[in-house]
């Protein structure tokens, strides 16, 4: 299941067109401080730390999930 599917089924269908549109400007948001903070490692430290950072933030991602888990079995 996609997250626009989510967001389908979590919202009335009357707001369904607000939901989509808060749902791509949240995401697109995300995108662009990630590809800001992406650039900047890349610039002023050297790209290994870019690679560094992301796997630490698929580490926090992962413990983040883990409170989740038995609630998504």
Same mark, same amino acid.
């Given at each position: 299941?996609?997250?626009?599917?989510?967001?389908?089924?979590?919202?009335?269908? =009357?707001?369904?067109? +607000?939901?989509?549109? *808060?749902?791509?400007?949240? &995401?697109? #948001? @995300? !995108?662009? $401080?990630?590809?800001?903070?992406?650039?900047?490692?890349?610039?002023?430290? =050297?790209?290994?730390? +870019?690679?560094?950072? *992301?796997?630490?933030?698929? &580490?926090? #991602? @992962? !413990?983040? $999930?883990?409170?989740?888990?038995?609630?998504?079995?």
């Amino acid at each position: 299941m996609n997250l626009t599917a989510l967001v389908a089924e979590a919202v009335p269908a =009357e707001l369904r067109g +607000t939901a989509y549109g *808060v749902f791509n400007l949240i &995401a697109g #948001a @995300a !995108l662009l $401080l990630a590809s800001v903070i992406a650039g900047g490692l890349k610039q002023w430290i =050297e790209s290994e730390a +870019t690679f560094l950072a *992301v796997e630490g933030f698929a &580490a926090i #991602a @992962a !413990l983040g $999930l883990i409170p989740l888990r038995q609630k998504l079995v």
